[in-house]
């Protein structure tokens, strides 16, 4: 990527306040940003579009950010992933498939950003 470039953030949230809240912010940041509502649409915009981060929820209405992120994983080496959580012990499963582990809601949005930031420093 080059330092003009804008990155594409793909935030999954079933929680429409959440999700909305979050893209606003991150397009304030200056992020190009993508909403899906769960499991099923995050994979059809993956597919269309080229991400570079994933933030998902853990739990989705079609899915679950655990699947979400294996998917990514399976066909997407490139795509960094940030899980949200509200319950503490699925920090356990996603260390497994993100490097820090979710992180817990309600979050900061600049949170979030300082996040991206760090994982994207190491491309």
């Known amino acids: 990527m080059q330092a003009d470039e804008v990155e594409t953030i793909l935030v999954a ?7 909305s809240i979050i893209a606003k ?6 992020y190009s940003v993508i909403e899906a509502t ?3 649409d995050a994979k059809i915009a993956i597919g269309h579009y080229e991400v570079d981060v994933v933030v ?21 080496l ?3 992933i940030i ?16 490097e820090q582990g979710p ?3 309600p979050y900061h949005p600049q949170r979030l950003v300082d ?3 760090r994982l994207r420093a190491f491309r």
Do not use: P, W
Request: some cysteine; charged content about 25%.
């Open 56 to 76: 998902s929820d853990t739990q989705m209405q079609d899915g679950t950010g655990f699947d979400l992120s294996t998917y990514i994983r399976s066909r997407h």
């Open 25 to 30: 912010y991150l397009r304030e940041c200056g």
């Open 78 to 80: 490139n795509i960094e």
């Open 103 to 105: 992180l817990d809601q």
């Open 38 to 40: 769960g499991f099923d």
């Open 83 to 98: 899980l949200t959580q509200s319950l503490i012990k699925t920090a356990q499963v996603a260390g497994d498939l993100c």
């Open 115 to 117: 996040e991206i930031k």
């Open 13 to 19: 949230s079933s929680d429409a306040l959440q999700r």
